[in-house]
T-cell receptor
Framework: EAEVAQSPRYKITEKSQAVAFWCDPI?????LYWYRQILGQGPELLVQ????????DSQLPKDRFSAERLKGVDSTLKIQPAELGDSAMYLC?????????????FGPGTRLTVL | AQSVTQLGSHVSVSEGALVLLRCNYS??????LFWYVQYPNQGLQLLLK??????LVKGINGFEAEFKKSETSFHLTKPSAHMSDAAEYFC????????????FGSGTRLQVQP
């Protein structure tokens, strides 16, 4: 069964450093999402791509966060500089988005700890 | 705007007992509703989803949920809990138009006692 791949699974960094996370969605999935999940809370959307275009980044802290999906396939989320409050699980999901109640499939996530 | 409220951040049941996890939603358009399960340090796995085809939805691992429009609820149930059901459960909503991302509740941690 096809899965969403993410790397690294765990990342520990110091405050003010730069970090990057990578996501490879299920083949053929046009829509890709990055969510942030703070411990004890539900995931919250950071950015949504349709192919290579951003369709929703209203909740992305653009002064420090950036995301790209250059060829409409895999994606990278970057934080620079990292802050203590960025410690969280970063989840990537993908869906066909052909209409209807398309299912979002989640990767295993990257757990970020900022010291 | 749409939102989800999960009543009870922690639920504890005995093995073999009924599982009931509560979810109420708010949506200005006919909603699509989802239940996901998350095991420690893992991503989310879809249990089931409501797409308006049927109000009673059956999912994986013996779980089911009933959509009640009059109560704006989508509670998750399982007749008999197993130890392996211990996990975090999230209810999520997505409207039919516009934003296609999911809006999640805050989650309910299910503990199963032997």
């Amino acid at each position: 069964e096809a899965e969403v791949a993410q790397s690294p699974r765990y990342k520990i960094t110091e405050k003010s450093q730069a970090v990057a996370f990578w996501c490879d969605p299920i083949s053929g999935h046009a829509t890709l999402y990055w969510y942030r999940q703070i411990l004890g809370q539900g995931p919250e959307l950071l950015v949504q791509f349709q192919d290579e275009s951003v369709v929703d980044d209203s909740q992305l802290p653009k002064d420090r966060f950036s995301a790209e999906r250059l060829k409409g396939v895999d994606s990278t989320l970057k934080i620079q500089p990292a802050e203590l409050g960025d410690s969280a699980m970063y989840l990537c999901a993908s869906s066909l988005a052909r209409g209807g109640a398309d299912t979002q499939y989640f990767g295993p996530g990257t757990r970020l700890t900022v010291l | 705007a749409q939102s989800v409220t999960q009543l009870g951040s922690h639920v504890s049941v005995s093995e073999g007992a009924l599982v009931l996890l509560r979810c109420n939603y708010s949506s200005s358009v006919p909603p699509y509703l989802f239940w996901y399960v998350q095991y420690p340090n893992q991503g989310l796995q879809l249990l089931l989803k409501y797409t308006s085809a049927a109000t009673l939805v059956k999912g994986i691992n013996g779980f089911e949920a009933e959509f009640k429009k009059s109560e704006t609820s989508f509670h998750l149930t399982k007749p008999s809990a197993h130890m392996s059901d211990a996990a975090e459960y999230f209810c999520a909503v997505r409207g039919d138009t516009g934003r296609r991302a999911l809006t999640f509740g805050s989650g309910t941690r299910l503990q199963v006692q032997p």
